[in-house]
């Protein structure tokens, strides 16, 4: 049970840890063939290229989890504190559903790349269902993460009525 806690607090951290690691190391041994040993890795630019759809999915989900997402501030500003709740809300909702959609086709995609078409990168040898996977896999978790942020919204306003009155 601790595992899965420590899990869910830093999935995307560790993730996105491991993806700029590898990107860092891919990136030096490419400027070090190709400048030193005046040799180039073929690979190299197509998996950085991969790596960072993937590093962007999942940072979708980081910032959503941190709720540093993109949202218009000054809607949350010039409103009262009540409309604020129910604005963060609406918020969510909109935003599992653009996520939920995003998914959905994305996974027909992933079927299809998988199924039906299937295709293999000539440069680094990967299904290109593992590259489009994800984008269903950050959507998905981000939607994870929009459904806890709106439990914790609705706590913390029931412990704001509670405590205020």
């Known amino acids: 049970m601790k595992f899965l806690k420590l899990l869910d607090e830093h999935i995307e951290e560790w993730l996105l840890i491991f993806t700029y690691t590898a990107m860092l190391a891919i990136a030096s041994a490419q400027v070090f063939f190709r400048y030193v040993i005046n040799l180039s890795i073929s690979w190299s630019q197509d998996l950085l290229t991969y790596m960072l759809i993937w590093s962007v999915f999942i940072g979708i989900s980081l910032a959503v989890k941190k709720r540093?997402?993109?949202?218009v501030e000054l809607a949350f500003v010039i409103l009262p504190e009540k409309q604020q709740f129910y604005l963060k809300i609406f918020s969510n909702l909109v935003f599992m559903a653009f996520c939920g959609i995003f998914s959905?086709?994305?996974?027909?995609k992933v079927y299809k790349l998988i199924f039906v078409n299937p295709q293999i990168s000539e440069s680094t040898?990967?299904?290109m269902w593992m590259i489009q996977i994800a984008v269903p896999i950050g959507f998905i978790l981000s939607i994870y993460r929009l459904v806890v942020d709106t439990r914790m919204l609705f706590k913390e306003r029931a412990d704001e009525i509670r405590i205020g009155g």
């Open 68 to 71: 540093k997402h993109i949202k």
């Open 104 to 108: 959905y086709y994305s996974m027909i």
């Open 125 to 127: 040898g990967l299904s």
